[in-house]
């Protein structure tokens, strides 16, 4: 059964300094991966989506996948304190999308 | 503007009242998706609707029960609550079926069932 993580649980950065999230799942065979964040109080809204090595950049935001090493992870440029929020990433293969359990990011004016 | 959208936001019962949590969205999307959020445990999946009166368990459907009438609307009840369905629970849609389609989500129901 697919396994998703995040790292870290939580991560505090100024503003403007580049934010770093990782993701690591378990089965190979994924192919879609999502970002999400999630402002408190609020739904979920897609940030990047990212279906094969490399990286992708949305804006601010970058994915970047290594699907050897079961890796995903999100760069956050120039992050604002708008940007504090609980960041979930989502892994697919062609059973079932699994959440991850998401990382806190504080961004401090 | 698309987007999905849940009443109530916050609702307080007590264990054995009946719930109902109410989901709509404008996008005409086919497939919608319920789900509760808890602390440590991530999304969990709870039902799955393809579209009216088509509906499929995901992995936590013990509880609840779904109805889906109209395309725009997509209802998760729960009969008897108990204080283990405490949670946060958010609605999605998706124009596609499969495991990739980009899921639109609403702002999501906090429930206390007391």
């Known amino acids: 059964q697919q396994k998703v993580q995040q790292s870290p649980e939580s991560l505090t950065v100024s503003e403007g300094a580049m934010a770093s999230l990782n993701c690591t799942f378990s089965?190979?065979?994924?192919?879609?991966f999502r970002w999400y964040r999630q402002h408190s109080a609020k739904g979920l809204e897609v940030l990047v989506s990212i279906f094969s090595d490399g990286e992708k950049e949305e804006g601010r935001f970058t994915a970047h996948l290594n699907r050897a090493n079961l890796h995903v992870s999100l760069h956050i440029r120039e992050p604002q304190p708008s940007d504090s929020a609980v960041y979930l990433c989502?892994?697919?293969?062609?059973?079932?999308?699994?959440f991850g359990t998401g990382t806190r990011l504080q961004v401090l004016p | 503007d698309m987007k999905v959208t849940q009443m109530p936001r916050y609702l307080i019962k007590r264990m054995g009242e009946n719930v109902l949590l109410e989901c709509g969205q404008d996008m005409s999307h086919e497939t919608m998706y319920w789900y509760r959020q808890d602390p440590g445990l991530g999304l969990q999946l709870i039902y799955i609707s393809y579209d009216v009166d088509s509906n499929s368990e995901g992995d936590i459907p013990k509880g609840y029960r779904v109805s889906r009438k109209k395309r725009e609307h997509f209802s998760l009840i729960l009969d008897s609550a108990k204080t283990n369905q405490t949670s946060v629970y958010f609605c999605?849609?998706?124009?596609?079926?499969?495991?990739?389609?980009?899921?639109?989500f609403g702002p999501g129901t906090r429930l206390t069932v007391l």
């Open positions: 989502a892994v697919s293969n062609t059973n079932k999308v699994v």
């Open positions: 089965d190979g065979t994924s192919n879609n």
């Open positions: 999605a849609s998706s124009q596609d079926r499969g495991n990739y389609a980009e899921q639109f």
